[in-house]
């Protein structure tokens, strides 16, 4: 192993040396040299003083004066020439300079272009057994419907006739433009003579998207309502109808058995007036529509939908509900509307209708807070009055048997009693 060496000579040569005797040797000036090299100005256990590179030998000329000391240091700073580096800044590239590999030239082919018999073929071909190649070949994919339909289908201006094959140039294919739908024109004035009336030529009415009209004025609407027995369609959507407007309505179905249609929708109807409505529809039932979707309080809430719910289960003729619903109540509210739809195909074919189910008190055992919540309004449900001719429910053979076995169980229960006396 080779010997470490320092200044030409071995390591070893150096082991003897005497270090007092090597400083002995030395002047102040040396000495002082040497302890400002070898004193390492990160030690903390040097004074500060030891490890600062100025020194001063100077006695102390006078009291401190800090504001005369920082002048000093400031003007002996900028007079004062830089140290030198220890190593100057020279600029050096390290490493290998990275450089692209230079790609192999693949050549496809070497030969020089050869005529073949399909040259020519393609040469005499036209332009629709081209384009009738190009499907074949699967590239039918590059054309889009606009080029498809300028091959194949489309009759131009210029003669040509359909199918003609392809023409190397489609233009896009201009948007459609549509007229904006008319605003609606509907004589609300001469609407709201005619129902108050009793015109039996109005059958239906359309004040959609009218906005300005007051909320006074579709009071005055929803209070004719109430003796009108000739009107059976009335759209009110997008009209900025309030609750105020609804309750109005609601206490006008009540009494009115000739209306079949209702849409309110886009408005600023609230969950509690939407049940006012149901509630109002199931005292005739008769409305077979109502359309109360699209609302500002978009979230009608768990509690109003599982009501909705249940005035829906005991309505007997509502056949069609727009509504937005989050809860579970919004797959009860299908069930319920499928089975009067169901109904109407049973009246229609002569078989017995299902019977709509008793009303019931909602939430009466989970959330006694209901009533608090709808406390200004009643939330009564009443029974579906009977049609003209009910039909006798069909009363299943199950239910017949269940009924003789609890009647068989009271005889024997009395027979036993008896026996025990």
């Not at 005797?21 to 000495?31: G, H, K, M, P």
């Not at 233009?171 to 009336?197: E, G, Y």
Request: charged fraction near 35%; aromatic fraction near 6%; proline fraction near 4%.
């Amino acid at each position: 192993m080779a010997q470490m060496k320092l200044h030409g000579k071995s390591i070893a040569a150096y082991e003897d040396i005497d270090i007092d005797a090597l400083l002995a040797t030395l002047t102040e000036e040396e000495l002082e040299e040497l302890g400002t090299e070898l004193i390492d100005p990160d030690d903390t256990h040097i004074p500060p003083s030891e490890r600062c590179r100025y020194k001063t030998n100077k006695q102390p000329t006078g009291p401190f004066n800090r504001k005369a000391l920082l002048d000093f240091i400031e003007k002996k700073a900028r007079e004062e020439k830089d140290w030198d580096e220890a190593k100057p800044y020279k600029k050096e590239i390290r490493g290998k300079i990275w450089k692209r590999k230079e790609e192999a030239k693949v050549q496809i082919n070497d030969d020089v272009h050869i005529d073949t018999e399909w040259d020519e073929v393609l040469a005499q071909a036209t332009e629709e057994e081209l384009v009738d190649l190009a499907a074949i070949l699967g590239f039918h994919g590059m054309l889009n419907q606009t080029q498809y339909h300028q091959a194949f289908v489309d009759n131009d201006d210029s003669g040509k006739k359909p199918g003609a094959g392809f023409q190397g140039i489609a233009k896009h294919q201009d948007f459609k433009l549509f007229d904006d739908a008319p605003p609606n024109d509907t004589d609300v004035d001469a609407s709201l003579k005619q129902i108050k009336d009793n015109d039996p030529s109005l059958k239906e009415l359309n004040l959609n998207n009218i906005k300005n009209i007051s909320i006074d004025r579709l009071i005055e609407f929803g209070e004719a309502l109430k003796t009108n027995t000739n009107l059976e369609k009335f759209h009110l959507a997008n009209t900025r109808a309030s609750d105020k407007v609804a309750k109005v309505f609601a206490e006008s179905l009540k009494s009115n058995k000739t209306l079949k249609t209702l849409n309110v929708e886009s408005n600023y109807i609230s969950g509690q007036c939407i049940v006012l409505l149901l509630e109002a529809i199931n005292e005739n039932q008769t409305v077979t529509e109502l359309r109360v979707a699209n609302q500002r309080p978009s979230l009608l809430g768990n509690k109003v939908e599982m009501r909705i719910a249940e005035l829906v289960r005991v309505n007997i003729t509502l056949m069609n509900l727009g509504i937005f619903m989050e809860s579970p109540a919004r797959v009860l509210v299908q069930e319920y509307l499928k089975r009067n739809k169901d109904n109407e195909r049973r009246g229609r074919v002569g078989k017995d209708l299902i019977e709509a189910p008793e009303p019931k008190q909602l939430f009466k055992r989970r959330n006694e807070s209901l009533e608090d919540t709808f406390k200004s309004d009643s939330y009564k449900i009443t029974a579906p009055k009977p049609r003209d001719e009910p039909k006798p429910a069909v009363k299943e053979e199950s239910e017949e048997e269940d009924e003789d076995d609890d009647d068989d169980d009271e005889t024997e229960s009395s027979e036993e009693e008896e026996e025990e006396e």
